[in-house]
């Protein structure tokens, strides 16, 4: 059963850049589905990026180009690196893991989550 603890989130300014950690229990990045997402107050939560097993990463069309999701496998650590951030980026940001090392879109459940981190972005 995976654990997930995020970090790493904070108040920025438009066009700051922020990174995300997720630091995961056992050998999880190498091994599962890893994601994440996002929910904003009053929104559904949504998907940001996806990193599967073998290293292919998929990210939503709002945060391609600006986002990059990456994850150091020795330190079972799954990252968000975001650049030029937005206010509509502002959200709680989760962590999600699914035990299977293909992703098969952001629709798929996820059976394990993170607490989460806040970003707020300001203009």
């Known amino acids: 059963q995976a654990q997930l603890v995020e970090s790493g989130g904070g108040s920025v300014q438009t066009g700051g850049s922020l990174r995300l950690s997720c630091v995961a229990s056992?050998?999880?990045?190498?091994?599962?589905?890893m994601a994440w997402f996002r929910q904003a107050p009053g929104k559904e939560r949504e998907g940001v990026a996806l990193?599967?097993?073998?290293?292919?990463?998929n990210y939503a069309d709002s945060v391609k180009g600006r986002f990059t999701i990456s994850k150091d496998n020795a330190k079972n650590t799954l990252y968000l690196q975001m650049n030029s951030l937005k206010p509509e980026d502002t959200a709680m940001y989760y962590c999600?893991?699914?035990?299977?090392?293909?992703?098969?879109?952001?629709?798929?459940?996820?059976?394990?989550w993170g607490q989460g981190t806040q970003v707020t972005v300001s203009s």
């Open positions: 056992s050998a999880t990045t190498s091994t599962y589905c």
């Open positions: 999600a893991a699914e035990n299977r090392k293909y992703c098969v879109g952001f629709q798929a459940g996820f059976a394990y």
């Open positions: 990193d599967n097993a073998y290293g292919v990463t």
